[in-house]
């Protein structure tokens, strides 16, 4: 459906956010495997204990998929879910 980057954050973080709305969960699913699959093959470690973290947050909304990996400092989140307010699959992924 559509792609939102934003990939120059005015403080300098370094922090690169891409959003996808896709028209199924099983169109998001792919994607999110595929960028897992290429962050593996890269050599990020799957990072459970940040997993844990952000669902434990009250303020979070249920995820379908999640993962999270660091290589050195690097951070890798990959995230997808229903997003009811805009009545369309999201997928939404940042690095660092």
Same mark, same amino acid.
């Given at each position: +459906?559509? $792609? +939102?980057?934003?990939? #120059? /954050?005015?403080?300098? *973080?370094? &922090?690169?956010? $891409?959003?996808?709305?896709?028209? =199924?969960?099983?169109? #998001?699913?792919? $994607?999110?495997?595929?960028? &897992? ?7 990020? *470690? ?7 973290? /952000?669902?434990? @947050?009250?303020?979070? &909304?249920?995820? @379908?998929?999640?993962? &999270?990996?660091?290589?050195? =400092?690097?951070?890798?989140?990959? +995230? ?6 805009? #009545? #369309?699959?999201? /997928? *939404?992924?940042? *690095?660092?």
């Amino acid at each position: +459906m559509g $792609v +939102m980057r934003n990939t #120059s /954050l005015p403080q300098g *973080t370094g &922090v690169t956010t $891409v959003i996808e709305l896709t028209k =199924s969960q099983s169109e #998001s699913k792919q $994607v999110y495997d595929k960028a &897992v699959a290429a962050k593996q093959a890269e050599g990020f *470690t799957y990072r459970p204990d940040e997993i844990a973290r /952000l669902k434990a @947050d009250p303020n979070k &909304v249920t995820l @379908d998929g999640l993962w &999270v990996g660091s290589l050195g =400092s690097r951070w890798f989140y990959d +995230m997808y879910y229903y997003n009811k307010e805009i #009545s #369309s699959w999201e /997928l *939404t992924t940042e *690095t660092q």
